[in-house]
């Protein structure tokens, strides 16, 4: 035994657990490298009974000189980095301890079993905490955006619909120019309706999002949406391609289907996979004339839709016939490769 080498060991332990109270006192100290400098440092700390204790006190099964100060490098593991950082902390902690007592017994399994245990527990509890308090951070910002969007709702209802309501019925009336006027009024109307009525796109822990509101943007005069009333929850990368899909199809009922054709979306959630179908009722194609256009070099077709479904490991069908219009398909299943 050194007495003199156990008080600086302690002395140590006391400056070292003074500088971990300042570190994760403040966030930006709270970090994953500081994690692990404090678990090597008590690692280190405990390695030093090797020269602090006699060979008698080893084999009478003392404890270490740091005894149970290193679980708080345990916990402080378990809480920054979670379950899983919190039994990687017990283990090494308990690996340190083998490697000085030189053989494996009872005592030392249970303590083995004490810290990895201490580090799970805490852990998961770090981590439940951590996805509360972000699901309730969520909730408080979309109850607040809700609040506002209705505020905004009520305002645009007071005055901008009026008003375009008012065009509307008033060139109608009059006809000629002023009726072309009503038309625009119309359309603006039905757009900043249908950007009101949209729910806001939420996303949840996953990165998911709700398609609708997305979809229900694309709302106007000559183009219908109609969607589920509960969300439809997809990656946000998948909503954002099923959107430019949406999108390509409907500027292709303006260039190719004639000026007064109509198209209708249809968004379907079937729990396995999501259907989307955009049909109009426009002058529609013949058979292959889409494979002809590709061969004409004409590839937008199968770069902007086919080739965005193909990579979210989808379907299509076309449904198309000279004076009956087209109809788009999208099959997309919730896990990509599971059709």
């Not at 017994?105 to 509360?132: I, K, Q, W």
């Not at 989808?314 to 919730?334: C, D, N």
Request: net charge neutral.
């Amino acid at each position: 035994m050194r007495p003199w080498l156990a008080w600086s060991v302690l002395g140590v332990m006391t400056v070292w657990t003074g500088v971990t109270f300042y570190w994760y006192r403040r966030s930006r100290f709270r970090t994953k490298p500081v994690v692990l400098i404090d678990l090597a440092v008590s690692c280190g700390l405990m390695l030093t009974s090797l020269a602090v204790m006699s060979e008698k006190q080893f084999t009478d099964e003392f404890p270490l000189i740091t005894t149970i100060w290193v679980a708080g490098a345990v916990s402080a593991s378990a809480v920054l980095g979670g379950r899983f950082w919190g039994i990687g902390g017990g283990a090494a902690m308990a690996l340190t301890n083998w490697v000085i007592r030189g053989n494996l017994h009872t005592d030392l399994l249970r303590d083995t079993v004490l810290l990895m245990g201490v580090g799970f527990l805490l852990g998961m509890c770090a981590d439940t905490a951590r996805d509360s308090a972000e699901k309730l951070h969520r909730a408080l910002r979309a109850e607040a955006a809700t609040a506002e969007r209705e505020r905004l709702a009520r305002q645009i209802h007071d005055s901008v619909l009026q008003v375009l309501a008012r065009v509307r019925r008033r060139g109608n009336e009059l006809g000629g120019e002023a009726e072309e006027l009503a038309k625009l009024a119309g359309e603006q109307e039905i757009a900043l309706r249908s950007l009101v009525a949209a729910a806001p796109a939420d996303s949840n822990e996953e990165g998911e999002t709700d398609l609708r509101g997305r979809l229900q943007l694309l709302t106007t005069s000559r183009f219908q949406v109609s969607v589920p009333a509960t969300q439809v929850m997809l990656p946000s990368g998948t909503a954002a391609e099923l959107v430019a899909i949406t999108v390509e199809a409907l500027a292709n009922v303006d260039k190719h289907a004639g000026i007064d054709a109509k198209a209708w979306v249809l968004l379907e959630d079937l729990g396995d996979e999501v259907v989307l179908s955009i049909r109009d009722d426009g002058i529609g194609m013949r058979a292959g004339r889409l494979d002809q256009a590709e061969q004409e070099g004409r590839i937008g077709v199968r770069h902007s839709i086919r080739g965005r479904i193909r990579e979210l490991g989808g379907r299509v069908e076309l449904h198309t016939a000279p004076a009956e219009g087209v109809e788009w398909e999208v099959h997309i299943p919730r896990i990509k490769g599971a059709n």
